[in-house]
């Protein structure tokens, strides 16, 4: 039997990050997550704070994702339920 060793080092090598997000600071879709709602008072302060929050993590992200890491993002909402978190980080190890 052959096993081709490069495509299993690749693999093993493969940069993987997992990010934990505060659903506030990370503005989460507030269609799903009441954490990621802007304050009502002072919005546009809040709404140009934040917005740059999520700039840079989009930024950080491509560029992680451009230099072969394989990402995971998991909401702090998430990490409330066990099951649910576990599941999340499963799919993301299995999918390696
Ligand atoms: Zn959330």
Same mark, same amino acid.
């Given at each position: 039997?052959?096993? &081709?060793?490069?495509? +299993?080092?690749? @693999?093993? +090598?493969?940069? @993987?990050?997992?990010?934990?997000?505060?659903?506030?600071?990370?503005q989460? &879709? *507030?269609?799903?997550? +009441?954490?990621?709602?802007?304050?009502k008072?002072?919005?546009?302060?809040?709404? #140009? *704070?934040?917005?740059?929050?999520?700039?840079? &993590? #989009?930024?950080? @992200? #491509?560029?992680?994702?451009?230099?072969? %890491?394989?990402?995971?993002?998991? %909401?702090?909402?998430?990490t *409330?339920?066990?099951?649910?978190? *576990?599941?999340? +980080?499963?799919?993301?190890?299995?999918?390696a």
């Amino acid at each position: 039997m052959r096993v &081709d060793l490069h495509h +299993l080092a690749v @693999q093993h +090598l493969e940069p @993987q990050g997992v990010f934990v997000h505060g659903c506030f600071w990370h503005q989460h &879709d *507030k269609e799903h997550c +009441l954490d990621g709602r802007l304050p009502k008072s002072n919005s546009e302060y809040w709404h #140009a *704070k934040l917005n740059r929050n999520v700039e840079r &993590d #989009a930024k950080v @992200q #491509a560029e992680l994702s451009a230099l072969g %890491w394989r990402i995971l993002v998991i %909401w702090e909402c998430e990490t *409330k339920d066990e099951f649910v978190i *576990k599941e999340r +980080l499963r799919e993301f190890l299995d999918a390696a």
